[in-house]
């Protein structure tokens, strides 16, 4: 049993930057495994940095060069800078395994980030 909470979400104008944080806990897991997927109003919840079977970060098109995916392993916790955000970043952010074919662990609360025009 794994546990997830995001954190750091909230109400930025467009072109500004946040910081989210996905602190894990409970039975062993690997925090080198650990994405981020959002889930946009309306929308089904979609992967937006990845993590392949050698430890790359991959970022999708929407995101790259904006988003920046980080680690601090010692307090099991992911990061996610992101910077010159737009409308269409708003929605709920989840962290959880995002390495192509491995199984996930139950979803968090996810953290809410809304983007103002």
């Known amino acids: 049993q794994v546990q997830l909470v995001e954190s750091g979400g909230g109400l930025v104008q467009a072109g500004g930057s946040l910081r989210l944080s996905c602190a894990a806990s409970?039975?062993?897991?690997?925090?080198?495994?650990m994405g981020w997927y959002r889930q946009a109003p309306g929308n089904k919840r979609e992967l937006i940095v990845g993590?392949?079977?050698?430890?790359?970060?991959n970022y999708a098109d929407s995101v790259k060069g904006r988003f920046n995916n980080s680690r601090d392993n010692a307090k099991n916790t992911v990061y996610l800078q992101m910077s010159s955000l737009k409308p269409e970043d708003t929605g709920v952010y989840y962290c959880?395994?995002?390495?192509?074919?491995?199984?996930?662990?139950?979803w968090g609360q996810g953290t809410q980030v809304t983007v103002s025009s």
């Open positions: 959880n395994v995002a390495e192509f074919g491995r199984d996930l662990h139950p």
């Open positions: 993590i392949t079977r050698r430890g790359i970060t």
């Open positions: 409970g039975s062993r897991f690997s925090i080198n495994a």
